[in-house]
């Protein structure tokens, strides 16, 4: 069953035609990597499933419900989280107080003035269960801009975990990051389309990565879609290897 | 709880001395009106300090909410004959109000266009003020009306004359906004407003209807402020058009950076401050501002974090 299918969609930034008539299914489960050169629209994809950005034409249809015209908050609460390329997280706040704000949304206490104490409770569980995911429960109480920058990438993704999402989106989760910690990070994103059933769509620069991870990989180029298949196939694919590999190498 | 116990001994300490104030302020060489000019500050400068050091949104024109509330209340005892709280009401409501529809307007601006704008409408009510001289006063304020004593049924507080009573009277309100801008910063919803302050993006990407609640906190800020407003008309029995001028905007977040905008009490230690030394300076000198402004370079430079974010980081270091 489809998740995510995405219509031809185009978005022109005046006259730079950023992503040309990419369409794009993703199935249920699945985890879908989409690799490119630098400018090949990678970001401007993902922020228009996002609602970063609204189409310039074609649609995108989330669950047999079209979402091309809903606000972010509202696609969120349908169930489509993301991370971002660079790190985006609340540095003065602790790592408890960064999960815990995506958590009580998910529990639809964003406007609540009071919590019970069961509700504070479950919270606090919810909460507690994530920075174990991740493995941040020794640094509860520690300033998030403080931490290590590939803590900080894990804390997104466990920001992105918290609101309890169906569709993952994460932008180059290992960018910028030692082997140890591009290591962790894969493992922790393979928990989570494993062990926890998350749809996931990933843009991604490392190729251990992407080939490791990935069901399916879609390349993107200038704009439009060079190619797309499993890993193998796109490993043996001479145009991807021309425009991408071939040069990567 | 170990953690805690520094923070709570200090809201200890604060609500310790503004409590006793009537009775040590003298002793220092202040007064008591002092003493509530000092708490009807705080209370605007904490009420600014909700949308400015808790959701991040600078805002340089709350004195039009501020002077609104000194306005409302004035207005209802002069010309309607309205009691002391119902005055109050009116003008917080009157305040609110404002503050709503002019909120629903704004709310999708960010920084300085936001700042700008807030300045804009808040002249708007000043200009209101100053020309309307048959029922505002214009230039002169709104005199001519005082303070009516409070029939509680089966006694009457006389707020009148003793300048005590008065404080008390101004501390009950101030307790009460103090308290739920606390409690509301403890909540889920407070958390939503920190948040936004620290990354909206990230905000809008968790599922915060990040216009909306800045419009709700900014709401909430409006409506203290115009609390204040009223305590403040009370305070003087008379309305001055420029209490809604942009510089007494200005002042007020003068007031919560000067003090600290990252801390609770920050807001509070700052109108102190700001408020005894405009007294003391003014009875000195003409140019009491100058040097008041010179103070607050001072600070800005040496100690960006404000009085308390100082004091606070030497006890943490």
Redesign the interface.
Known sequence: MSLLRIEEVCKNFGSLRAVRDVSMTVQTGELRAIIGPNGAGKTTFFNLI?G?LTPTSGSIEFDGQDITPL???RR??LGV??T?QIT??????TVH?NL???V???FG???????SRQGDRKVRDRVDELMEMGGLTSKADRLVGELAHGEQRTIEIM?AIG?GPRLLLLDEPAAGMGDQETYDIARLIRSLHHDHKLTIVLIEHDMRVVFNLADRIMVLAQGTMLAEGTPREIAANDAVQAAYLGTAK | MAKLSPKLAFDAVVWLLLATMPFWLDRLGGYTQLGSQILVMALAAMALNFLLGYTGVLSFGHAAYFGLGAYGVGMTIKYLAGGTLSGLLVGVLVGAVAAAVIGLLIVHLRGIYFAMVTIAFGQVFYFIAFRWNTVTGGDDGLSGWHRLPIDLGFTSLDIVKSQTAFYYFVFVFFIIAVAIMA??LR???G??L??IR??E??????????DR?IW?SWLISCFFVSLAGGLYGLLNNFADPHALRWDQSGIFVIMAVLGGMRSFWGPLVGAAIYVVLQDYLSSLTQNWMSFIGLFFILIVLFFPRGVLGFVRRRLAS
């Open positions: 996002s970063f606000m972010p908050s969120v609460s989280a993301r971002f985006e997280v609340f540095p003065e706040l107080e815990r704000i995506p009580e949304v998910a206490h964003r406007l609540r003035p009071w919590l920001m609101l | 409690w509301l909540s889920p919803f958390r939503t920190l948040a620290e990354n993006r990230r905000a809008r990407f968790l599922g915060i209807p990040v609640h709700l």
